[in-house]
């Protein structure tokens, strides 16, 4: 099954305003969490991380809000620009088992219109 | 500084023929990631190396895959007999042991299987 689900295929925002991207996971064992930028035929470039022991982080535009018991995670762009037009994967891992894989969300294309 | 470097970029073959991918991670990074990404499935783990010994391989097909670690600077991912099925970007990741979390992507190998 799907273990890290993103279920909004899209988003289009207007620049300036504020993009919201959603993720929700299944695992309760996951302890990290993850967000990664790509555009076409580039690879995944990581963005912003937590881990389960916080529930928020912030970096400039960009922050991350993980909410352990509705096993959720958001990321927030704020002052959204066109350059943000991208995919956005979202990602989450467990540690503990010994194996560091990520398990990633299907996707979300953000559109930002100017 | 050099980022992960995949080789080659794209890959042409025939159906049953045989296809190897190769992976050079970051200097110093010890753990090496190995995902697939295709438009259905999106972004799948495969493999994971942490100081060359395979550590995860729940992702594999088991049939025909087969990943090696012969040296910290580099891995490969062989698939035998190609199928039409196996047309995807192969990514291989890799990161510090000990911040495992935070993986570095290479730019993928698109492989073709005619």
């Known amino acids: 099954g799907q273990q890290v689900k993103q279920s909004s295929p899209s988003l289009t925002v207007q620049e300036g305003g504020i993009s919201i991207l959603n993720c929700d996971y299944e695992?309760?064992?996951?302890?990290?969490f993850a967000w990664y930028k790509k555009y076409p035929d580039n690879s995944p470039t990581l963005l912003i991380s937590?881990?389960?022991?916080?529930d928020k982080r912030e970096d400039g535009r960009l922050t991350v809000f993980l909410n352990k018991s509705g096993k959720h995670f958001s990321l927030h762009i704020t002052a959204s620009q066109p350059e943000d037009t991208a995919v956005y994967l979202c990602a989450a891992g467990e540690n503990q088992g010994g194996s560091a894989k990520l398990i990633f969300g299907e996707g979300t294309k953000l559109t930002v219109s100017s | 500084n050099a980022g992960v470097i995949q080789t080659p970029r794209h890959k042409v073959t025939g159906k049953g023929q045989e296809a190897t991918l190769w992976c050079e991670p970051i200097s110093g990074h010890s753990a090496v990631f190995w995902y697939r990404q295709t438009i259905v499935q999106g972004l799948e783990f495969l493999t994971y190396?942490?100081?060359?010994?395979?550590?995860?391989d729940s992702g594999m097909p088991k049939e025909r895959f087969s990943a090696q670690m012969p040296n910290q600077s580099h891995s490969t991912l062989k698939i035998q007999s190609t199928q039409p099925q196996d047309s995807a970007v192969y990514l291989c990741?890799?990161?510090?042991?000990?911040?495992?979390?935070?993986?570095?992507f290479g730019p993928g190998t698109r492989l073709l299987v005619l």
């Open positions: 937590v881990r389960s022991n916080v």
């Open positions: 695992n309760d064992m996951f302890d990290y």
């Open positions: 990741a890799s990161s510090l042991v000990g911040n495992q979390d935070t993986q570095y």
């Open positions: 190396f942490r100081n060359q010994a395979p550590i995860d």
